[in-house]
C-alpha cells in the first residue's frame, strides 16, 4: 500500500485535493517528510527529504503532521480485514501485508482473478494496492514493490538488504539480480556476511532458505457450539437452541472477563445454507435472561427450511467487563435497567427508531448536537480519529462549546452547556430559533421589551452580551455574529434571545433578533 499515510489523512481532510501537503515527522536535523500528495510529489516533494529541501523547491508546500502510530493501526486492521483471502496473514513493514495463498487462488477465478479481487477491495475502502503473487514471501516483496514480472531485471535493493551493502554492490557493477546470480556463491559468500548477506538474501528469493510467515495473533470471539442428532424443522428449534447456547456463551466470556456488544445466532441447514439473527447491546452484557430474551424474538424468525442440524452462538463484538456488584439490596442499578430497555426497544423497533443524543464539533447551539443510533455497531476499520487539522479548525471562533445534550422535550431539546460560565446557556433550546420583535433604548443597547407569538413581554432583567462568530470554515463570509442575552419578563419567564449582526457591520442592514431558548 505505497500510499497508506497520505490516503488515510485524506479521507478527512479539509484541504483541495490539489492542495500541495506533505506529511512530516520529526527528524535528527528537523521536520523530514513522511508521505505527499500527488500536487506535492509534481513540485518536487519526495518521501524522506527534510522538509527545509522540500520547500527550498516550491515555498508553497503545506506541512502536516504525519501519524505514523495511527497507520500502523490501520495495517494491523487491515491484516485481520485481508483473512477474506488467506488464514495467514502477516504484517510486513510500514505499509505491507503479505499473505499465504496457497491453495487458495481457485476459490477467485485463478491467481488473476485473486489479484484482481485484492485491488478492487481495497479500492472500496478507498486504498492504492500494488499486488503480486510469487513462489517465495521476497519475491512477492520484490514484485510489488519494484513492478514487472521477472525477478532477474529488478536492482539489487529489491532483495531488501541494507544500504551499504546495496551501494558496495553498484560500485561493482552488480545492479541487478540477474547480475549477482552469474556471480559465484563462494565469492559472495566471502565478500557479504552479516547483515548483508546477500547469498542468504538470494536463498530467500529463489526458496531454497525457507522464510515462513507469522501470522498476526488472532483471538476469536467467544462462541457456542450447538450439533443435533436429528434435523430439526421446528419454526421453534433455534429458540430451544437458545436456552442452551446462552448459558454455554456466558461461561465462555466470564472466562475472559468479557461482556457481548453484539451477538449473532446463526443456524446451519442441512442443504448447507445459513439462517443468521444478530443483535446489539448498549453496554457489554454477560446476563443469561437479558440476552436470551434479546434474541428470542429474532431466533423464533430463522426458517428451518429443510431442517437445522446445527446452530451457533457467536459474541463478534465483546468488551472488556469484570465482576461487579451491582449494589448491597442486589437491585439492579439504573444505568443497566435503562441500558436493558434501550436495547429491547431497538430489538422490536430497529435501530433507526431508538436514538440517543450525539456531541458535534460546532459552538453553534443549533449544530452542538444531532442523533444517532442509540445501539450501533462499529465499522471493521473503525477507530480512527480525525486529521490534525480537523480537529483545530474551531481554534479562529470567539467562543467554543462542549455539548452535553440531554433527551427532547416536545419541540424543544437541552442545549450544549458552554466551556465557560455554566448556567448561561438554557435548559431546552427550541429546535429553530424563532424571530421576534425587539424595542431597545439604543442601537447596541440591551433589549426592554419583545413580542413573541403575538405576546408582548416587558423585560424586567436582563444579562450579556454573550458574544458568538460565526463558523468562517463552514458559512459564507456574510454571515453576521451574534450576541446571546438571558432576560427575565416581568411575570418571572426567563427567555434566551439574541441579536444577529450589528449596524454597520456591512453585513446587511439592521440587526435582527430571534429567541433560541428557554429557561426553567
Keep these: 500500500m505505497p500510499y497508506l499515510a497520505i490516503e488515510r489523512w485524506a479521507k ?4 483541495a485535493p490539489d492542495d500541495p501537503v506533505v506529511l512530516t515527522i520529526e527528524g535528527t536535523h528537523g521536520l523530514v517528510i513522511y508521505a505527499v500528495t500527488q500536487a506535492a510529489a509534481e513540485r518536487g516533494a519526495r518521501p524522506g527529504a527534510r522538509l ?169 470471539p467467544p462462541r457456542a457450539l450447538l450439533k443435533l442428532e436429528e434435523p430439526a424443522v421446528h419454526p421453534e428449534a433455534a429458540s430451544q437452541a437458545l436456552e442452551q447456547l446462552v448459558p454455554m456463551l456466558v461461561g465462555r466470556l466470564e472466562e475472559r472477563k468479557l461482556g457481548a456488544r453484539r451477538l449473532a445466532l ?90 440517543r443524543p450525539k456531541a458535534q464539533e460546532s459552538h453553534l447551539p443549533e449544530r452542538a448536537s444531532g442523533w444517532a443510533a442509540a445501539v450501533f455497531s462499529p465499522s471493521p476499520l473503525a477507530g480512527e480519529g480525525r486529521s490534525s487539522r480537523r480537529l483545530r479548525k474551531g481554534e479562529g471562533a470567539s467562543r467554543s462549546r462542549t455539548s452535553v445534550p440531554h433527551p427532547p422535550t416536545a419541540s424543544l431539546r437541552a442545549p450544549p452547556s458552554p466551556a465557560r460560565g455554566e448556567g448561561f446557556s438554557p435548559q431546552r433550546l427550541l429546535d429553530r430559533a424563532e424571530a421576534i420583535d425587539v424595542i431597545y433604548a439604543t442601537p447596541e443597547g440591551v433589549p426592554r421589551r419583545f413580542v413573541w407569538r403575538r405576546a408582548v413581554h416587558d423585560i424586567a432583567r436582563v444579562e450579556g452580551p454573550e458574544r458568538i462568530a460565526p463558523e468562517w470554515w463552514r458559512q459564507p463570509s456574510s454571515t453576521r455574529l451574534r450576541d446571546y442575552y438571558r432576560v427575565e419578563d416581568a411575570e418571572g419567564r426567563r427567555y434566551w434571545i439574541y441579536r444577529e449582526g450589528l449596524i454597520g457591520d456591512g453585513r446587511g442592514g439592521l440587526p435582527n433578533w430571534f429567541i433560541h431558548g428557554l429557561f426553567g
Excluded at 506541512?63 to 497507520?71: F, I
Design 12 to 15: 478527512d481532510s479539509d484541504y
Design 266 to 355: 446463526t443456524g446451519y441447514r442441512v442443504d448447507g445454507s445459513l439462517a443468521v439473527a444478530a443483535v446489539a447491546t448498549t453496554i457489554p452484557s454477560r446476563e443469561p435472561k437479558h440476552l436470551q430474551r434479546l434474541l428470542a424474538d429474532k431466533a423464533a424468525t430463522l426458517d428451518p427450511e429443510f431442517g437445522f442440524d446445527a446452530f451457533a452462538l457467536t459474541a463478534d463484538w465483546t468488551e472488556e467487563l469484570g465482576a461487579a456488584q451491582e449494589s448491597l439490596v442486589e437491585e439492579p442499578s439504573g444505568t443497566r435497567e435503562l441500558a436493558r430497555l434501550v436495547d429491547r426497544l431497538t430489538v422490536k423497533l430497529g435501530p433507526r427508531a431508538v436514538r
Design 52 to 220: 527545509t529541501d522540500g520547500r527550498a523547491l516550491d515555498p508553497s508546500l503545506i506541512a502536516v503532521p504525519a501519524d505514523p502510530q495511527g497507520d500502523a493501526a490501520r495495517v494491523e486492521r487491515l491484516a485481520k480485514w485481508a483473512g477474506r483471502w488467506s488464514p495467514l496473514v502477516e504484517v510486513d513493514g510500514a505499509d505491507a501485508l503479505r499473505l499465504d495463498v496457497s491453495g487458495v487462488a481457485h476459490l477467485f477465478g485463478g491467481e488473476a482473478g485473486l489479484v484482481r479481487d485484492v485491488r478492487h477491495c481495497f479500492a472500496r475502502i478507498g486504498y492504492t494496492a500494488r499486488v503480486a503473487i510469487g513462489p517465495t514471501a521476497l519475491a512477492a516483496w520484490a514484485l510489488s514493490h519494484f513492478g514487472g514480472e521477472e525477478l532477474e531485471p529488478l536492482h539489487v535493493s529489491a532483495l531488501r538488504l541494507d544500504a551499504d551493502t546495496v551501494r558496495t554492490l553498484e560500485r561493482l557493477g552488480l545492479k541487478t539480480i540477474g547480475a549477482l546470480m552469474d556471480v559465484p556463491r563462494l565469492a559472495l559468500a566471502r565478500r557479504f556476511r552479516g547483515a548483508g548477506d546477500v547469498v542468504e538474501a538470494l536463498d530467500r528469493m529463489i526458496g531454497r532458505k525457507p522464510e515462513p510467515l507469522t501470522a498476526a495473533p488472532t483471538d476469536p
